[in-house]
């Protein structure tokens, strides 16, 4: 015996319960085509989602890349360069949260400039998408992150005598 319930309310899913050799199995209303499947069945008009992945994307999943990035950090004494010299609406000058490394000049430009130390700055979140939009010149990041190569993070902080 099968009962089927065939009217959707609402916009809700729809379940049926089909009794079939004393077993049951769930149908429910298709969210792509609006017919009733049962519920392990892969509709044929869902759409199949591809990643595109770009040379770039590839890179920042990399083993070298993560190396690379706490190495940066390091060299910057885990803080925000923009945040240390009080830049560009600094809230708090000693900015040690949500930090990533920034490009300096993107991947998609310059891909061979990507383990660059000079190419290479850290950033709070806040910063670094200020970076991306442009509204921090990449010749001030530039010369941050060049300062810093040459004299590690001691340069930054000065501390009174």
Known sequence: MET????????L???VWEFREGGKSMLRSCPYCGRIHDKKHICSKKPIRKKYGTEQNRFRSKNVW????KEI??????????????LFETVRQFNSQELEVHHIVPLAED?????????LITLCVRHHKMA?????PASLLLE???ENEENGCQALVE???
């Open 13 to 15: 899913f729809l379940f």
């Open 111 to 119: 891909y061979d400039l990507r383990l660059e130390n000079e190419n």
């Open 132 to 136: 991306d939009d442009g509204i921090i």
């Open 66 to 69: 993560t190396k690379k990035a």
């Open 144 to 146: 941050i992150a060049k």
């Open 4 to 11: 089927q319930i065939k009217d959707c309310i609402s916009g």
């Open 73 to 86: 950090k390091e060299r910057d004494g885990f803080l925000c360069q923009i945040c240390m010299k009080k």
């Open 159 to 161: 501390i009174p005598p």
